[in-house]
């Protein structure tokens, strides 16, 4: 009890040891963000509040903040699309023993449960937030919280985190286990309106009503659980216990890395690889300016002689200077010393180049007007195409680490309102779950490529009479309408195929026999006419 009033040991204290760790092994990527900031992104507020920052002092070329924006919206339109519905099927493990037509059956359960749940992560927060993480992304790190709305009307709330306010941990074989979001610009007011219910000392609670808009520092921590469940906490920096605590069966905070290195801990986004050649061009252009400054105005020397004072003189078109000699032995009074002349042309060849590696770099396939040969439509998809092709593993991640987190996390909040019956677990084995994308689509490509291939080939080689022989037709369609993200919902059920099976059926009768009738017509007529013509 000793031990517990002298604020050692308890577990308040070891959350505070261990968040600090944390914090502590972060602070080497604060210096490479923040620069990325300054010549990419430089209104952002990496730093916190408070700093007198000129945020637009280091840009000279617009390349790398254009570029990155772009970049930004190029990977929620491929990965989190603002229309387009995620995608649960039966994951690989299953469908293996299941048949073509109990694995659709299957299939149209979990996409109902799909279509059912995706309309409450519609309502605008969730569009809003992905764009500000894909921000992040750009550069690192981008997080995302999905949380339970105040009411039951508004069930889900998302938010971003921003990358500078959190600090990962990993567990041992490097998977997140543990994400500390730091707020440093709370008002003890806004402390107490968030967490109503929180437990509170009779302290804070007297500096809250004195001092209500005095700004702290507090603690929200995810960490997992042996058990692999989700323990929540917050807790003030120096002082008091935890002032709320919950538990989740889902991680509650998805963390997502464009690029992520072995061992490391925070992503690394195109941003960072793009930074020389950003530099590079933001110098090369600052040195142009300056170079077409002084060709422009001159650099101007003067006969310190007592008659010219460059401080009090105007300098503009139609201005006089007085002065008592213009020239003699010595050469004139004012005079400009540099060659009107330089090479220009090799600072934009410089600059073009630079720019051109900038936006290959940040995803930027956009159509520039060069005054060259625009590119063809086979170019621009082929361009499409390497891009799915060299970021694969990226696109996978941000699969894996973004939708896969927060989809179970929003069904998991849905069915705390009674919204949602049952829960689902996404394994990928069992069920699998992607988000219905463009790169989604590239990403199927491949495989659906070697089965249309291979359906050809068997065509080709046996007919296209035998090819159920070798290819099970039903099998091949619905992997076909997997690769081609075709919703399951306008696959036939049994009924309606029977119904078109009789129909076609029908149909095809109908047609032998019109056939027939028109085979049958010539002799028909020769038979009625031919009693006429024996009378004849």
Not at 268 to 289: D, H, S
Not at 470 to 493: A, E, F, H, K, N
Not at 506 to 528: E, F, N
Request: with cysteine; aromatic share 8%.
């Amino acid at each position: 009890m000793a031990e517990v009033a002298a604020g050692t040991g308890t577990p308040v204290d070891k959350q505070r040891m261990r968040s600090k760790q944390v914090w502590t092994n972060r602070t080497g990527w604060d210096a490479m963000y923040c620069e990325a900031y300054d010549y990419v992104l430089p209104n952002r507020r990496p730093g916190g509040t408070g700093k007198a920052k000129r945020p637009t002092q280091m840009i000279f070329d617009m390349t790398g903040p254009n570029s990155a924006m772009h970049c930004a919206g190029e990977i929620q339109r491929q990965m989190f699309p603002a229309s387009t519905p995620f995608v649960a099927e039966t994951g690989p493990l299953v469908a293996q023993q299941l048949k073509a037509s109990e694995k659709v059956a299957w299939d149209k359960k979990l996409q109902g449960v799909a279509s059912f749940v995706y309309p409450f992560m519609k309502t605008g927060d969730y569009d809003d937030a992905m764009h500000e993480a894909c921000t992040d992304l750009t550069l690192g790190t981008g997080v995302v919280l999905p949380l339970k709305g105040p009411s039951i009307n508004e069930p889900v709330r998302f938010a971003c985190i921003p990358q500078d306010e959190v600090a990962i941990g990993q567990d041992a074989w490097g998977r997140v286990n543990f994400v500390s979001w730091k707020r440093c610009n709370l008002g003890r007011e806004a402390i107490v309106e968030a967490w109503p219910k929180g437990v509170f000392s009779a302290d804070f609670k007297k500096a809250a009503k004195e001092k209500p808009y005095e700004e702290i520092t507090v603690y929200q921590d995810f960490y997992r659980l042996p058990n692999m469940r989700w323990r929540f906490c917050v807790y003030l920096e120096t002082e008091g216990g935890f002032i709320a605590q919950e538990e989740y069966a889902t991680q509650p905070v998805a963390v997502m890395r464009f690029y992520r290195w072995p061992g490391e801990a925070y992503g690394r986004g195109p941003v960072l690889f793009a930074l020389p050649t950003i530099k590079t061009v933001n110098k090369a252009q600052e040195l142009t300016l300056k170079a077409a400054a002084i060709q422009l105005l001159g650099i101007w020397g003067f006969r310190a002689g007592g008659t010219f004072n460059p401080d009090t003189v105007r300098l503009g078109p139609g201005e006089f200077w007085p002065m008592q000699s213009t020239g003699g032995l010595l050469g004139p009074d004012v005079q400009r010393l540099d060659p009107a002349g330089g090479r220009i042309d090799v600072a934009k060849m410089i600059i073009g180049d630079g720019q051109r590696q900038i936006r290959e770099a940040l995803l930027d396939t956009r159509l520039f007007d060069d005054g060259g040969t625009p590119p063809s439509a086979s170019e621009v998809a082929l361009i499409q195409a390497q891009n799915a092709k060299v970021h694969i593993g990226a696109y996978g991640r941000l699969n894996t680490e973004g939708t896969g987190v927060i989809v179970p996390r929003v069904m998991e909040i849905l069915n705390e309102w009674q919204i949602l019956p049952q829960l689902m677990s996404f394994n990928q084995l069992l069920v699998s779950m992607y988000i219905n994308s463009p790169m989604a689509a590239a990403l199927k490509a491949d495989e659906l490529q070697a089965s249309v291939n291979y359906y050809r080939l068997v065509a080709e080689t046996v007919g296209p009479d035998r090819v159920n022989e070798y290819i099970s037709v039903d099998r091949y369609l619905d992997r076909t309408r997997q690769g081609l993200l075709v919703p399951i919902d306008v696959v036939t059920t049994e009924d309606e195929k029977t119904a078109a099976q009789q129909e076609n059926a029908q149909r095809q009768a109908a047609m032998v026999a019109a056939q027939a009738a028109v085979k049958a017509a010539p002799q028909l007529v020769q038979a009625a006419t031919q009693p006429e013509q024996q009378a004849a």
